[in-house]
């Protein structure tokens, strides 16, 4: 009855103590009620699947397959499996742990000592024992909560950072096959223009035989098809390093995609941005950054715990006999239960040099969570600035494709009634190759505005996309 007493005491003294350090409170940040370019995402909100809205069959499959077998997400899982294994070690760290052990001992004790020899109990002697054994702290000062609060904290931060490289591979594979397509148009543009500088470098020397052009003719001519065929050869390095970046990224070194000459990707509409406090548990590097706040926090009273004094309980039960075939008989059963203080008096600073580094770490980490925050911000203002103004580049672009096009047609009708000299002719091809160029160009810069758009504001969430 009494032990019944004392064990209830107790416990009621550890559901009243309260757990040391400070509680975490999110911190004061820079507030933004609205983002001033809102104006140009007012579309729906991030999709989980969101690349699916390019439209592209090829794309899908390489973003399933990076999801699956690229490096650094498997890196970040491993993580998060890392954390997982070290709140699970934390959370048995406040149960109990009960040992099972056995052993033989033989001693010999001295003739002249104080154990007595007599005919039953010789010099030499043997004892057998077995039995439970376990060693509890109490958790008075919730040390140990403090521990499983931070661990918990470090393992929501991991899980959110995998889901930041998750969003980070997906926008760098789209952007990836982007560029990829946009050098299949930018290459049969540029191909286009090399064969158009051929002819007419080779009209300029058809001119020299007849008196009619120079030899400073001669040289620009050979100045313009150089260039041309040097901006053939940046294309195709640029094409084959983007291919080459996407095979690294979805573990295929050998990939090669098929050129397609003509835009096969649909940038679909901006998303929606909501509003900038949506940020603080939409990004998974800034949930990620107040995580690791809050785990940085709990350390603190953890560290803190050390300035008091250590209780815990310690029991055994077993049985012990001179003979193993005796050994569970009646009588031969052993008990052993305990209660051990130990209090700190002296340690010459050690704990306070814990706790204020503690306290110092948990301020890098608050100054980390709102520059993460601030970035957000930033990013999620580029991104709407560049969807907007990439969005004038194109409409700029199509008119110039058309009226390029447009003054092809008539330069091709003109040269038909021999009324345009082939010069003239190749000057509205080069232009009309030059617009196609300049359009794949601009449509890449507004497809990768729309990508770092989304990634600017974190993606989709599980949670939320769940409920969509």
Same mark, same amino acid.
């Given at each position: 009855?009494?032990?019944?007493?004392?064990?209830?005491?107790? +416990?009621?003294?550890?559901? +009243?103590? +309260?757990?040391?350090?400070?509680?975490?409170?999110?911190?004061?940040?820079?507030?933004?009620?609205?983002?001033?370019?809102?104006?140009?995402?007012?579309?729906?909100?991030?999709?989980?699947?969101?690349?699916?809205?390019?439209?592209?069959?090829?794309?899908?499959?390489?973003?399933?397959?990076?999801?699956?077998?690229?490096?650094?997400? $498997?890196?970040?899982?491993?993580?998060?499996?890392?954390?997982?294994?070290?709140?699970?070690?934390?959370?048995?760290?406040?149960?109990?742990?009960?040992?099972?052990?056995?052993?033989?001992?033989?001693?010999?004790?001295?003739?002249?000592?104080?154990?007595?020899?007599?005919?039953?109990?010789?010099?030499?002697?043997?004892?057998?024992?077995?039995?439970?054994?376990?060693?509890?702290?109490?958790?008075?000062?919730?040390?140990?909560?403090?521990?499983?609060?931070?661990?918990?904290?470090?393992?929501?931060?991991?899980?959110?950072?995998?889901?930041?490289?998750?969003?980070?591979?997906?926008?760098?594979?789209?952007?990836?096959?982007?560029?990829?397509?946009?050098?299949?148009?930018?290459?049969?543009?540029?191909?286009?223009?090399?064969?158009? $500088?051929?002819?007419?470098?080779?009209?300029?020397?058809?001119?020299?035989?007849?008196?009619?052009?120079?030899?400073?003719?001669?040289?620009?001519?050979?100045?313009?098809?150089?260039?041309?065929?040097?901006?053939?050869?940046?294309?195709?390095?640029?094409?084959?390093?983007?291919?080459?970046?996407?095979?690294?990224?979805?573990?295929?070194?050998?990939?090669?995609?098929?050129?397609?000459?003509?835009?096969?990707?649909?940038?679909?509409?901006?998303?929606?941005?909501?509003?900038?406090?949506?940020?603080?548990?939409?990004?998974?590097?800034?949930?990620?950054?107040?995580?690791?706040?809050?785990?940085?926090?709990?350390?603190?009273?953890?560290?803190?715990?050390?300035?008091?004094?250590?209780?815990?309980?310690?029991?055994?039960?077993?049985?012990?006999?001179?003979?193993?075939?005796?050994?569970?008989?009646?009588?031969?059963?052993?008990?052993?239960?305990?209660?051990?203080?130990?209090?700190?008096?002296?340690?010459?600073?050690?704990?306070?040099?814990?706790?204020?580094?503690?306290?110092?770490?948990?301020?890098?980490?608050?100054?980390?969570?709102?520059?993460?925050?601030?970035?957000?911000?930033?990013?999620?203002?580029?991104?709407?600035?560049?969807?907007?103004?990439?969005?004038?580049?194109?409409?700029?672009?199509?008119?110039?494709?058309?009226?390029?096009?447009?003054?092809?047609?008539?330069?091709?009708?003109?040269?038909?009634?021999?009324?345009?000299?082939?010069?003239?002719?190749?000057?509205?091809?080069?232009?009309?190759?030059?617009?196609?160029?300049?359009?794949?160009?601009?449509?890449?810069?507004?497809?990768?505005?729309?990508?770092?758009?989304?990634?600017?504001?974190?993606?989709?969430?599980?949670?939320?996309?769940?409920?969509?």
């Amino acid at each position: 009855m009494r032990n019944l007493i004392l064990s209830g005491s107790i +416990c009621s003294l550890l559901l +009243c103590a +309260c757990a040391v350090g400070p509680d975490y409170e999110r911190p004061k940040l820079p507030e933004l009620a609205a983002y001033p370019e809102s104006k140009a995402a007012t579309g729906q909100p991030v999709m989980a699947d969101w690349w699916k809205g390019f439209h592209d069959t090829d794309l899908d499959g390489l973003v399933a397959d990076a999801l699956k077998a690229n490096t650094d997400l $498997r890196i970040a899982v491993a993580r998060v499996e890392e954390a997982s294994a070290g709140l699970s070690e934390v959370v048995g760290a406040m149960l109990p742990q009960v040992n099972a052990g056995a052993g033989v001992s033989r001693n010999t004790v001295s003739n002249n000592g104080y154990s007595p020899i007599t005919s039953f109990a010789g010099r030499d002697r043997t004892s057998y024992s077995g039995g439970l054994s376990t060693s509890f702290e109490l958790d008075f000062w919730g040390k140990l909560r403090r521990a499983s609060e931070a661990a918990r904290a470090q393992l929501l931060s991991v899980s959110e950072a995998r889901l930041q490289v998750e969003l980070a591979l997906t926008a760098s594979v789209v952007r990836t096959y982007a560029l990829v397509r946009a050098s299949d148009i930018q290459l049969a543009g540029a191909e286009e223009i090399k064969n158009i $500088r051929d002819e007419e470098y080779r009209i300029t020397e058809e001119r020299i035989k007849v008196g009619a052009a120079s030899a400073h003719d001669r040289a620009q001519a050979e100045v313009a098809r150089s260039a041309a065929i040097a901006a053939l050869s940046d294309t195709r390095r640029a094409r084959a390093q983007a291919e080459h970046l996407l095979g690294a990224l979805v573990g295929q070194p050998g990939i090669i995609l098929t050129v397609r000459p003509l835009n096969s990707l649909v940038t679909p509409p901006a998303p929606a941005v909501g509003l900038p406090s949506d940020l603080l548990r939409q990004r998974p590097d800034v949930v990620a950054a107040e995580q690791a706040l809050v785990a940085a926090n709990a350390r603190i009273g953890y560290v803190k715990a050390a300035y008091f004094p250590t209780f815990s309980l310690t029991g055994a039960l077993g049985v012990e006999s001179r003979e193993l075939s005796s050994l569970f008989s009646t009588g031969n059963g052993t008990s052993q239960f305990g209660l051990n203080a130990s209090v700190p008096i002296f340690d010459f600073g050690r704990t306070g040099a814990r706790v204020e580094a503690a306290v110092a770490i948990q301020h890098q980490a608050a100054a980390a969570y709102e520059k993460a925050v601030l970035n957000a911000f930033r990013e999620v203002r580029d991104a709407l600035v560049d969807v907007r103004e990439t969005n004038v580049a194109a409409e700029a672009g199509r008119r110039r494709l058309l009226a390029s096009s447009e003054a092809y047609r008539i330069a091709e009708e003109r040269k038909g009634l021999g009324q345009a000299s082939p010069t003239e002719f190749l000057v509205a091809r080069r232009v009309m190759a030059e617009s196609r160029v300049a359009v794949a160009r601009i449509m890449l810069d507004r497809l990768g505005a729309q990508v770092d758009l989304v990634k600017a504001l974190g993606g989709a969430r599980p949670d939320l996309a769940a409920r969509r």
